[in-house]
């Protein structure tokens, strides 16, 4: 059996492979951003389901004590309720041949995931998110599916970007930011997806807002 998934997930070597393979993201994005204002950023901040695109732009970065990066998980509802926050929420378990944190019950059977955007709707995190969490080398926090909606509308609205539901987490994590967090900060955001394919349910679900 030939095994393949397309995140940094699974037995060794697979999430290795996956996250140097998308590393490119954050090859491009440190050259970028040094072109562009002259200097490394304050923060990194990319959504996480899985984790594969948040591994590629913080792998690049992760070795400058003067950058954090900053994971992003699919909030849902709420932590009361459904949502797919398993660093936040969960406990180590086996899924897919990996050992992380999974959302489970007492009895180790894997719980369902929610979250808006299907991309983060994964009820485990590769183990190399495990890792940078416990070292606490990376932040993690998570984002709710309003809290996602906003961020998709407003960035859409200021800059003519439709980003997809996945990355307007990220989004809507800089936007909640205070004003004195940001003060002389530079921050990179990681649109790991276009919003083109979310149009349908976004409108929707927005149909309401803007009757």
Not at 75 to 98: A, F, I, M, R, T
Not at 146 to 166: C, Y
Not at 168 to 193: C, F
């Amino acid at each position: 059996t030939y095994y393949l998934i397309g995140t940094v997930a699974g037995p060794h070597p697979y999430p290795m492979m996956v996250r140097d393979i998308q590393s490119i993201i954050g090859w491009e994005a440190r050259e970028q951003i040094q072109q562009a204002e002259g200097r490394l950023p304050d923060k990194v901040i990319a959504c996480i389901g899985g984790g594969s695109n948040a591994m590629g732009i913080f792998n690049h970065f992760l070795e400058e004590e003067s950058v954090e990066c900053i994971g992003i998980e699919a909030g849902g509802e709420g932590l009361e309720g459904k949502h797919g926050c398993s660093l936040e929420k969960g406990s180590p378990g086996v899924l897919h041949g990996q050992l992380s944190y999974l959302l489970q019950d007492e009895d180790g059977q894997v719980l369902e995931a929610h979250s808006i955007s299907a991309g983060l709707d994964y009820p485990g995190i590769g183990p190399e998110h495990a890792y940078l969490k416990d070292n606490g080398i990376v932040t993690y926090d998570h984002i709710t599916d309003d809290e996602a909606m906003d961020a998709f509308v407003w960035l859409s609205q200021k800059e003519g970007i439709i980003p997809a539901f996945e990355s307007s987490h990220a989004v809507a994590y800089l936007k909640k930011m205070k004003p004195e967090e940001l003060q002389g900060k530079l921050v990179l955001i990681n649109l790991s997806g276009r919003g083109d394919k979310d149009m349908i349910q976004a409108k929707d679900i927005l149909a309401e807002q803007f009757q």
